[in-house]
């Protein structure tokens, strides 16, 4: 009963993280648009980290506070920073090149690069379960955004970093997994988030000279949200989840990004839903559903075919 209790939490709390990073995304497409791609992603992780090192160290909120070993600091740097670092370059620069739907339509392809990453496909039902979960659910984010792939303005540079992107985020979330062995979600969050900012903070000033830089309290604004409640909330939750499933099955929630950016997109930028809208919702639920739940015992199938 408390497993149960315990995994339906995560789902809980993995269904609020794709609602919160459905907002980043349009506030980041937004601040995109006029602010260079790099420095905004360094400036944002390198306020959200420092937030969450603090909320760690000065309360018990999240849990403990603990000083990484000298060789955890070099995980951290390596496997944790340096991967969110590559794949926020790929992600921002694809949001300012290309559509919102076309990145968030690739980064729904990123379950089906963890369970490669995983296991190749076996002769098993839990093996067809994983993968037929992840087919099911990028069809539906394929279904969902086709009217925009067939009206948009084909941008190959911005569609091939979203797909790049997709696939560092399937890194970065096997790497989180690997550091979380040793510490808490919460602890990878606020760590790798302030030493990505730190890897690109060198190249993000090279942006500013190059093209120049000019805010408003507006910008400022939105830049303080993305970085609370589309870093320092989603990463922590996000993280935390890894650590108890895995990756594969968290990386099922990915597909809902869409979804959730959609939603976002159509209050705040007034953008329509699309007709194909609840087809595509059926699809990609379907497959999370078809993820999480074991359905080798519920119809009590054998393990193998």
């Not at 980041?28 to 992603?41: D, H, N, R």
């Not at 870093?231 to 979804?259: E, K």
Request: aromatic share 12%; charged share 10%.
């Amino acid at each position: 009963m408390f497993q149960k209790k315990n995994s339906a939490a995560i789902a809980a709390s993995l269904l609020f993280t794709i609602f919160l990073w459905g907002g980043n995304n349009v506030g980041t497409k937004w601040l995109v648009a006029s602010w260079p791609p790099i420095w905004m992603g360094s400036i944002r992780l390198l306020l959200a980290g420092p937030v969450l090192l603090a909320i760690l160290r000065f309360s018990h909120w999240l849990g403990e506070w603990r000083t990484p070993t000298s060789a955890q600091q070099k995980q951290l740097w390596l496997r944790g920073g340096l991967s969110l670092a590559l794949y926020i370059v790929a992600f921002n620069w694809a949001l300012r090149l290309t559509a919102a739907s076309h990145v968030a339509l690739c980064l729904g392809a990123s379950p089906v690069w963890t369970l490669i990453g995983e296991e190749m496909p076996r002769r098993t039902w839990a093996s067809a379960r994983r993968y037929g979960a992840a087919m099911l659910a990028a069809s539906g984010v394929a279904v969902l955004f086709w009217p925009a792939l067939q009206n948009a303005k084909l941008n190959l540079l911005g569609d091939f970093l979203g797909l790049i992107a997709s696939i560092l985020w399937a890194v970065f979330s096997r790497q989180i997994r690997l550091l979380s062995a040793d510490l808490s979600g919460v602890e990878v969050a606020a760590h790798t988030m302030w030493m990505a900012g730190a890897w690109l903070l060198p190249v993000g000033v090279i942006e500013i000279f190059v093209k120049g830089f000019s805010a408003n309290a507006q910008q400022f604004k939105i830049l303080a949200l993305c970085a609370v409640l589309g870093a320092v909330v989603p990463y922590a939750l996000w993280n935390s989840a890894l650590r108890h499933w895995q990756t594969s099955r968290v990386m099922l929630f990915n597909n809902l990004i869409p979804l959730s950016t959609m939603l976002w997109a159509n209050y705040f930028l007034r953008e329509p839903v699309t007709h194909t809208f609840w087809t595509a919702m059926i699809l990609i639920i379907a497959g999370v559903l078809l993820g999480q739940a074991d359905w080798v015992k519920i119809f009590k199938l054998p393990e193998s075919f």
